[in-house]
C-alpha cells in the first residue's frame, strides 16, 4: 500500500509559493518540496495538513482547496500525494525544523530541483494559478 502523505502548497498574497528543503539524510535527502508529511493513524488528510503545517511552520491553515492526488513508486516505496493549495492561513510561516525555506514566483520554480513525484504537481499549479488569475482579473482585482 502506498503511504499516504498531506502536502500543501502554501501561497502569500503575492502569489509566491512556499519551499522547504529536506534533510540530506533523509528520503529524497536534498530536494526542495512543499511541506507536508505522513497520515497518522485515525487522521484524514485535512487533519494531516493542519498538523504538518502547524510543526513545521507554525501557521493554521484558514483556507484550502484540493488540487490533485499524485501516485509515485520509488524505489524504496510508493506514496501518494495528496497535495491542497493554502490559499490563507494565520501566523508567518518559520522554518521550525531548521530547513531552509524559499518563497518563489511560480515562474522560478524550474530552478529549484524537486523529487520526481513533484512533477506533476508543478504543472497542476500553474494551471490553477493561471485560472485564479484570469478570475481575479474578471473580477477587477
Ligand atoms: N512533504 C512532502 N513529501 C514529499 C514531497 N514529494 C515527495 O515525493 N514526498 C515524499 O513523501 C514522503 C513523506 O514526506 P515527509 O518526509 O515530509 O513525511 P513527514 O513530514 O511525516 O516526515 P517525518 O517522518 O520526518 O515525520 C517522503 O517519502 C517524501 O520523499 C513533497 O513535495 N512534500
Ligand atoms: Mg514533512
Known sequence: MALQVAVGVVLNSRREILLTRRAVEVHQGGLWEFPGGKLEPGETVLEALG???REELGIEVTKST?????????????VLLDVHIVWAFEGSPQALEGQPMAWVRQEALDDYAFPAAN????????????????????QGA
Not at 492526488?69 to 520509488?74: A, C, G, I
Not at 512533477?119 to 474578471?138: F, G, K, T, W
Open 51 to 53: 498538523r504538518e503545517l
Open 66 to 78: 484540493p488540487l490533485l492526488e499524485v501516485r509515485h513508486d520509488y524505489a524504496e516505496g510508493s
Open 119 to 138: 512533477m506533476p504537481i508543478i504543472a497542476a499549479l500553474r494551471e490553477q494559478l493561471a485560472d485564479s488569475e484570469l478570475s481575479r482579473s474578471d
